[in-house]
């Protein structure tokens, strides 16, 4: 491969700051993704590496410019994430997937998908009143369909969100829980909390839920219930049983929407048992009206370590062995 070098120019100014960075940390980390030798002199930035990185690096810069110029500020994870998105696809455009953000009540705070998939999970959403989010941790399916059911709460398109999972432990036998029945599930509730209190703070999220109108709870607490004008979201739905499933799905009421999420390598059900996630994709396929958004580790949205760990699990499982996870 020969050896490239690209100059480019950026006008001085807020955006630039924001593009390059504190002590030019963006320029470092685009550097490092791509494998590309990034200086800034001034105002201008030079791109230097092999053939079709380095046009893959400058493209990147001038994304993100055009992200910074609308006023958002980036985050070293939206730099990260750019960096894989513009190489797993070159076609696409950044500022687009920035514009597309729903508000989540709490100040000018919005959000925004930060993946192509992202933003097709949200749009689905949005067209359908049942939703399966499928993929890997880290992609964002759980915080995505929170920050959606906020939305539809703000617009009073609901009147109250309701948060549940399977109470199933991720092979470990914690033994008994000290507590009443309440102390004894939130640990399992725990990651439903955190989104929560991401998206609209810790004080909000507790008056909402003391008014009623955010109820988490695990899922057998679900039986014998209907749900009308509710935004009901299924974590960890891999750990559901067949059974519990359908349990589930049937308590949607008139007015209701529904987004269930999973990754169907990490199911913690007994090996004779299976995942009630699996069983309902087949079960429902074919029937209209239901949307499916499938991610992948390209999508993940945490550190980078963990997209790199979770292809090394893929390549390990492919070499070795079938996964047990794998269709029957």
Known sequence: ???????????????????????????????????????????????????????L???????????????????????????????????????????????????????????????????????????FGIGPAGTGKTFLAMAMALSALLDDRVRRIVLCRPAVEAGEKLGFLPGDLAEKVNP??????????????????????????????PLAFMRGRTLADSFCILDEAQNTTPAQMKMFLTRVGVGSQVVVTGDVTQVDLPPSQRSGLVHVLDVVRGVPGIGLTRFTDADVVRHPLVSAIIRAYDRYDAAHSRPPWAEE
């Open 1 to 55: 491969m020969v050896p490239l070098r690209i100059m480019l120019g950026f006008p001085s100014g807020e955006p630039f700051r924001d593009l390059v960075g504190e002590f030019d940390r963006n320029l470092t980390i685009v550097g490092d993704a791509l494998g590309l030798r990034i200086h800034r002199r001034g105002d201008q930035v030079s791109v230097g590496g092999q053939d079709r990185s380095v046009g």
């Open 188 to 217: 399992y509730l725990r990651p439903l909390f955190d989104a929560l209190n991401d998206l609209v703070g810790f004080d909000k999220a507790q008056r909402l839920m003391t008014k009623g109108v955010i109820e988490v709870a």
């Open 57 to 131: 690096g400058a493209d990147v810069l001038q994304q993100l410019f055009e992200v910074a110029l609308t006023g958002h500020t980036l985050s070293v994870v939206d730099v990260d994430q750019a960096c894989r998105l513009v190489r797993s696809d070159p076609d696409v455009r950044l500022v687009d997937l920035f514009k597309d953000s729903v508000s989540v009540g709490l100040g000018k705070k919005r959000v925004h998908p930060r993946s192509v998939r992202q933003r097709a999970y949200m749009h689905t959403i949005r067209k359908h009143d049942l939703t």
